[in-house]
Nanobody
Framework: QVQLVESGGGLVQAGGSLRLSCAAS????????MAWFRQAPGKEREFVAA????????YNAESVKGRFTISRDNAKNTVYLQMNMVGPEDTAVYYC???????????????WGQGTQVTVSS
């Protein structure tokens, strides 16, 4: 069992930066691939970025490539999402997720956090 708690969301101006954190409970954090998803009002939850168990490979959605960076610190049981050059289109609730495989499919992830709101003002 893994519990995930996101933090770091808030209001940011367009062009600014924000770093989200996701703290995991339990001693098995390093055995999970981790990912970030987001969900804007009226839209489906969409993949943002993912990282392998050891952090040696990362994957980003096309919409965030070159702007967002996912990373993890297994010693701290934490995964991060550094968001740079944000725009109004990035406004959403951001969720972290843990699973056994790297995938863009929400159904493949076993554990989810409660989400953190990110609002970008223009």
């Amino acid at each position: 069992q893994v519990q995930l708690v996101e933090s770091g969301g808030g209001l940011v101006q367009a062009g600014g930066s924000l770093r989200l954190s996701c703290a995991a409970s339990g001693r098995t954090f390093s055995t999970y691939a981790m990912a970030w998803f987001r969900q804007a009002p009226g839209k489906e939850r969409e993949f943002v970025a993912a990282i392998t168990r050891r952090g040696d490979n990362t994957y980003n959605a096309e919409s965030v490539k070159g702007r967002f960076t996912i990373s993890r610190d297994n010693a701290k049981n934490t995964v991060y999402l550094q968001m740079n050059m944000v725009g109004p289109e990035d406004t959403a609730v951001y969720y972290c997720a843990a699973g056994w495989v790297i995938t863009q499919k929400t159904v493949e992830y076993d554990y989810w956090g409660q989400g953190t709101q990110v609002t970008v003002s223009s």
